[in-house]
């Protein structure tokens, strides 16, 4: 090999990605080059750092000093090399001013960290202020005001880049450094802003209050800079004069840092976390802060507060403001909604990251900085109102207190230490390069070259940065889970080795601020839970920390942790359980929402325990030959009628479980639940109707039935729109065989309707099915069964055009296949009159649902969000869409279906309404009948009317598809859904 292909070799294996180039700068250094490749091969990017630093050098007036000082000088080079491969933006400042690289050969930056009122006295001379005065002013034309600004702090910020990237400096040392020269340049900004109001600034006192990561004293290299303005008349000054002058001063200083000049601009002041955001008034006096903080605040306004600092201006009135905001804080954990607050607003920044940054965001994405932040407040907010040590602004320290405090497991808090410093120097890291405010980790190879080697990872440097940060996000989503809730379990089961040691208050405290509503008993279950060596305990003490954040999350965390308990004390003996739960997290999460939110589905898995084995399953409803195949096959198998039933019952009950845990997570659609529930109540039928005739046989000695039967389902059943607290609607046809006795037919019929019946109501631990006759002709009057004949005669004499209009929804369903064809044909002239319906028909029509409007309003209801007789609710919608079919049905085969959005479609195809009303109809309807089914599943009861409970409407909420913190949004866009639905309504059925 060449001396050459050795040297490049050489550059090669000291990072260099174009060896050949490098080289031969390299050889333009003279006989120093080979001197510098082992600096310059522990730099972020060796190619950069050897370009920049021949920019250096032409363009120093120094330039033998600084090539002796590069050369000679291990401690310089590497400050100076280091800053040059991680940053191009400090390169380019450097060469724009080169004398500032003096500034790292100051051997002490290694070992001494600058004194905030160093860096203060260095920006105010850098304005012309006297930094020993007691109101600094600059004296210096403004334009060169500014860019004296700029150029000094950078050259402070340059010496703080050479101590973190040099030095191994702590990222903890580099933030408050960092907030140090924030606080720095505010100061001179306002000195500026003095000299631009002139003489009129003494009428008013400012003081400048940071918040954010610079009022915590954890900075990054660029961010915006967020404060609060507070002031105070000076003596003798009208309080509205020194108003104008205190928002001229706040207006100015924020301009002061945030205008670009020729040398750049430095970063943006941000007052959005002031009283009423940006809507308010920029200053306030004390006073003024204290009645909005009293009176008008929300729980994120009080955690921003947390870490709010005076840091510039008026000293004694930052004070002031401190002392009058700080017992505030710390009583924001007692307000409702606390934790749903804190937790809706960390719900609001993760739905507002582009889905193409999610994976790559070290801030905002799951694993990231705001996972540990969020978790560290919440900590502070519930226990630092008792405990003062923990109410550190800064996160790292506040972190270090809750673990001594025995808040957090010390093996926990180290984890989480570890991984947020480490993501933390990876934001500096990613900053530095050019100086941008940025938290998105880049995606090309080299930029993620550089960022691994500024890292220290040299080796395989991408594979190594990329490996090193999914293991802390992993731990920051392990730890964000279980931070809040291993130590309660510590503190009632006594697990040995666990760091955290809760007083039962203090768990008592965590768990109110969680949402628990009766903590007393939820520190009970978990006791029961977890207490003992057993291993289900030793699974719980695991599980439990998961499941509590899923509780926590959810409407009703009692509920969710009772039900909880209950089903494990049900199951816990079973091997497979808890296993499931373990390995399946999928069936867990699912398990803790539906405890937690639905008392319907809950009943349903205590009486059906093993449906938790469901839970992992697709939950798609199963289809109708399957489970009239099933259940049939299971009432062949067992001779007793009531045995039969109760096993049918029990499919029933599963299948329930099913369709209720589909709709819960979010899987089965309104319309498929209620397609679900109608096949489901057809298979029961069908299989009870088998049973019941063999036993009404057996009873009277037949061989075969006298008359074949048929059930027709009608109203929300007949139209496949079944909700689950839904009775079962029908009419019950009979056609005697031929050569039967008519008597002794319709004897039987009724025997085995009344067994039917008699056998689905039983009481038992599964759900009644109740099956309702009372729309048969005569209603409670007439026979409960009749032949096809009679139905034919009363029609043909009797029948009623709301008759007729119920007749929509009937749709034969169970029993003999030729009887319910028949039974078809017969009602179809009837329900789609073929000259359609008369003005007087349309005349009645109207007037009955006028009438049921107003008299089946049950007393005291809204009509507003009354579901089913409410203005745009289910009866306007149907009611409109039953008119369309009976005047136009005869005419129209897509309306001829006892399907509401069939129908609705059918009319839209046929251009009976406009396509922009089917729509919003349509709309109306899903909507509807989606609460209305979350209601049910809520409550564990039907219901009609929008809950009043906030616990109950927030649970429907969040049923249909809100994310927590969603009540307001699902209460609005039903109102205006039904209000559009009523205006079509209005049109279509009433004009």
């Known amino acids: 090999m060449s001396r050459a292909e ?8 000291a990072g260099f990605a174009d060896a050949t180039r490098a080289g031969e700068l390299l050889d333009g250094l003279g006989g120093s080059g080979p001197e510098l490749v082992a600096i310059l091969g522990r730099t972020a990017d060796p190619d950069l750092a050897l370009t920049a630093l021949l920019r250096l050098l032409e363009s120093a007036d120094d330039r033998e000093r600084l090539f002796d000082a590069v050369v000679d000088d291990e401690g310089t080079a590497m400050r100076l090399l280091c800053v ?63 860019d004296a600004l700029r150029v000094e702090y950078r050259r402070l910020l340059l010496r703080v880049a050479a101590r973190d990237l040099a030095h191994d400096q702590g990222v903890d040392d580099t933030a408050a450094e960092l907030s140090d020269l924030a606080a720095s340049t505010l100061d001179a900004a306002l000195a500026v802003a003095r000299a631009r109001v002139g003489d009129d600034h003494a009428d008013a006192r ?31 000054v009208a309080e509205a004069t020194a108003t104008r002058v205190a928002t001229r001063l706040a207006s100015n200083l924020m301009q002061v840092c945030s205008d670009h000049t020729a040398e750049g601009t430095i970063w943006p002041v941000d007052a959005a976390l002031r009283p009423e955001g940006t809507q308010g008034p920029l200053v306030r006096t004390v006073a003024s802060h204290r009645g909005y903080y009293e009176r008008w605040a929300k729980t994120w306004e009080f955690q921003a507060l947390l870490k709010a600092r005076p840091v510039a201006g008026d000293r004694a009135l930052g004070e002031e403001y401190a002392e009058m905001v700080e017992p505030l804080v710390w009583q924001a954990a007692d307000r409702d909604n606390f934790v749903g607050d804190v937790q809706a607003m960390r719900r609001r920044v993760v739905e507002n990251i582009p889905a193409a940054q999610v994976d790559r965001q070290l801030k905002l994405g799951p694993g990231g900085l705001r996972d540990v932040e969020f978790a560290v407040q919440l900590l502070q907010l519930v226990h630092g109102r008792a405990d003062e040590r923990v109410r550190a602004p800064a996160t790292l320290s506040a972190l270090h207190e809750l673990t001594v405090g025995g808040y957090v497991g010390r093996p926990d808090g180290e984890a989480m230490h570890a991984a947020y410093a480490f993501l933390r120097t990876l934001e500096h890291r990613i900053q530095l390069f050019q100086m941008r405010r940025t ?66 208050e203090q768990a008592g405290d965590r768990l109110s601020a969680l949402g628990f509503v009766d903590p007393t008993s939820a520190l009970r279950h978990l006791a029961s839970l977890t207490e ?29 942790l009772a039900g909880f308990r209950k089903l494990s004390e049900s199951l ?17 999460e699912r398990l803790a929402t539906i405890l937690a939110t639905s008392r319907y589905a809950s009943d349903l898995l205590q009486r059906e325990p093993a449906g938790v084995k469901m839970l992992g399953e697709d ?89 074949a039967l048929a059930v027709v389902a009608m109203g929300r059943y007949g139209g496949f729109e079944l909700s689950y607290g839904s009775d079962a609607d029908v009419l019950f046809v009979h056609d005697p065989l031929p050569g039967a006795d008519a008597q002794q037919a319709a004897s039987y019929a009724r025997a085995v309707v009344e067994e039917l019946r008699r056998l689905l109501s039983v009481a038992g631990p599964d759900p009644a099915l109740e099956v309702d006759a009372g729309l048969r002709p005569e209603g409670k009057q007439g026979p409960l069964v009749r032949t096809l ?26 029993g003999d296949p030729e009887l319910r064809r028949r039974f078809t044909e017969l009602i179809d002239p009837l329900r789609y009159p073929a000259q359609g319906l008369t003005h007087d028909d349309v005349v009645e029509i109207r007037r009955i649902k006028a009438r049921v409007d107003t008299e089946r309003l049950p007393r005291g209801a809204d009509r507003n969000t009354h579901l089913k007789l409410g203005r745009g609710g289910l009866s306007d919608i149907e009611w409109t869409v039953q008119l369309l079919q009976m005047r136009h049905g005869a005419q129209v085969e897509g309306l001829r279906t006892p399907q509401t959005l069939a129908a609705l479609e059918g009319a839209r195809e046929a251009g009976l309404v406009e396509e922009s009303d089917a729509v919003v109809l349509a709309d109306g309807w899903r909507t509807v009948s989606r609460i209305r089914n979350a209601i049910t599943l809520v409550r564990g009861k039907a219901g009609d009317q929008l809950p009043r409970d906030t616990r109950e409407r927030a649970a429907v909420a969040i049923t249909v598809g809100y994310p927590p913190g969603g009540t307001d949004a699902m209460v609005n866009d039903y109102l205006r859904r039904t209000r559009r639905a009523h205006a079509v309504v209005e049109r279509v059925f009433w004009e």
């Open 572 to 588: 816990g003996g079973t091997p497979w359980y808890l296993t499931t739960l373990r390995d399946e997290g999928q069936v867990a």
């Open 532 to 560: 003992g060596v057993r291993r289900s305990a030793a699974i719980q003490r695991t599980l439990l920390p998961v499941m509590l954040e899923w509780f926590a999350s959810a409407p009703d965390p009692d509920a969710g």
């Open 84 to 146: 040059l491969g991680a940053s191009s933006a400090l390169g380019d400042h450097l060469v724009r001013h080169p004398d500032h690289w003096r500034e790292l050969t100051d051997p002490t930056l290694g070992s001494t960290r600058a004194p905030a009122f160093a860096m203060r006295a260095d920006l105010l001379r850098a304005v012309g202020a006297d930094p020993a005065a007691d109101v600094p002013v600059s004296t210096l034309p403004d334009r060169e005001a500014l």
């Open 439 to 504: 938290h998105v980790l880049p995606d090309d190879e080299a930029s993620l070259r550089r960022l691994a080697r500024s890292m220290g990872c040299f080796k395989e440097p991408v594979a190594e940065l990329d490996r090193t940060w999914q293991h802390h996000r992993r731990e920051v989503r392990r730890l964000h889970e279980k931070l809040f809730y291993r130590p309660l379990l510590a503190a009632v089961a006594r697990i040995p080795g666990e760091g955290a040691r809760l007083s039962p």
């Open 619 to 707: 939950l798609a409803p199963l289809s109708a030959e399957a489970l009239t195949d099933e259940m049939a096959s299971i009432g062949k198998r067992r001779d007793e009628a009531e045995q039969a039933v109760r096993q049918v019952r029990a499919v029933r009950r599963r299948e329930l479980l099913r369709i209720a845990s589909g709709e819960l997570v979010g899987l089965t659609d309104v319309a498929e639940v209620g397609a679900a529930l109608s096949r489901l109540t057809d298979a029961t039928l069908e299989a009870t109707l088998e049973i019941a005739g063999r036993a009404v046989r057996d009873q009277r000695g037949l061989d075969e039935a006298p008359t």
């Open 206 to 236: 400012l003081a400048v209050v940071a918040m954010g990561k610079c009022g915590g004293h954890e900075l990054n290299y660029v961010s915006d800079v967020d404060v609060v303005f507070a002031f105070a008349p000076a003596d003798g």
């Open 6 to 13: 050795r040297w490049r070799t050489t550059l090669a294996r």
């Open 789 to 814: 004949d009679s139905y034919a005669a009363y029609y043909a004499k009797w029948s009623r055009v709301w008759e007729a209009q119920a007749l929509l929804r009937a749709d034969a369903v169970v």
